[in-house]
C-alpha cells in the first residue's frame, strides 16, 4: 500500500566536489509503500520505474544550510525580486538525504513544507522499518574456521546467530554450542576490511 508519494528533487552526489557541482537535480515523482520501498518515476503516471531504495538499508539527516540574505537596511523586509513591474518574495527551498554506508541519496523541494512531510513520514517509517531490519544486506554469511574450512550459509531476514551457530556445529561436527566465539571481519567497496 502507498504511505505517500508526490513530486521531490534528487540528486546523487559524484565522487568529488567538482562532479558534485556538475551534477544536476532531477524532478521525479516519488512513491513510498509500506514495503519499505522508495521508487521513483518520471512522472506521476508511473510509467517507468527510474528506481528503488531499499529504506531498511538507509537514515536520513536533514540538512540546514547556512544562507545569507540581505536586509533591506530601512524596512529589514527579505530579499525580494522584481520581474515585470510585480515584486516577488523570495524563499528558500529545503533538502534532506538518505545514507546507507558512502552511498548518499539527496532530495529537495523547492517547498519546505513538502520537504518536512516528507522527512516526518520517512523517520517514522524508517523508525518501523529499524525493528524489523536484518542486520546484513547480503543473502549469505560465509563463516570460516580456525583450519581455514568455511560454511556458506543462507541469510533471511528471520536468520538469527544462534542459528548460525547450531548450524556450524551440526555441519562441522563440533560437540560444545555454547564454546564458541565469532570473529567479524568484513570488507566493503571503498572501506578497509576491519576486525
Not at 35 to 43: E, N, V
Not at 59 to 80: F, I, N, T, Y
Request: charged share 35%; hydrophobic share 35%.
Amino acid at each position: 500500500a502507498v504511505i505517500r508519494e508526490g513530486y521531490l528533487r534528487k540528486k546523487k552526489p559524484g565522487n568529488s566536489a567538482i562532479q558534485d557541482l556538475k551534477r544536476a537535480w532531477e524532478r521525479r515523482y516519488f512513491v513510498l509503500t509500506n514495503d519499505g520501498k522508495l521508487r521513483y518515476y518520471d512522472s506521476k503516471e508511473k510509467v517507468e520505474e527510474k528506481g528503488s531504495l531499499d529504506l531498511r538499508f538507509f537514515s536520513l539527516v536533514d540538512l540546514e544550510e547556512d544562507m545569507e540574505l540581505d536586509e533591506d537596511e530601512e524596512s529589514g523586509d527579505k530579499q525580494a525580486l522584481k520581474v515585470q513591474g510585480q515584486f516577488f518574495k523570495i524563499m528558500k527551498g529545503k533538502q534532506f538525504a538518505l545514507f546507507s554506508g558512502k552511498h548518499a541519496f539527496y532530495m529537495a523541494s523547492p517547498e519546505r513544507e513538502v520537504c518536512d512531510d516528507w522527512i516526518s513520514t520517512l523517520q517514522t517509517t524508517l523508525s518501523i522499518l529499524y525493528q524489523k531490519s536484518p542486520l546484513f544486506s547480503q543473502d549469505f554469511l560465509r563463516v570460516y574456521l580456525m583450519d581455514d574450512a568455511f560454511s556458506t550459509i543462507p541469510l533471511d531476514e528471520t536468520t538469527k546467530a544462534r542459528d548460525v551457530l547450531k548450524l556450524m556445529c551440526k555441519k562441522h561436527a563440533l560437540n560444545n554450542e555454547s564454546e564458541w566465539g565469532l570473529l567479524e571481519q568484513w570488507d566493503h567497496p571503498g572501506i578497509e576490511g576491519n576486525v
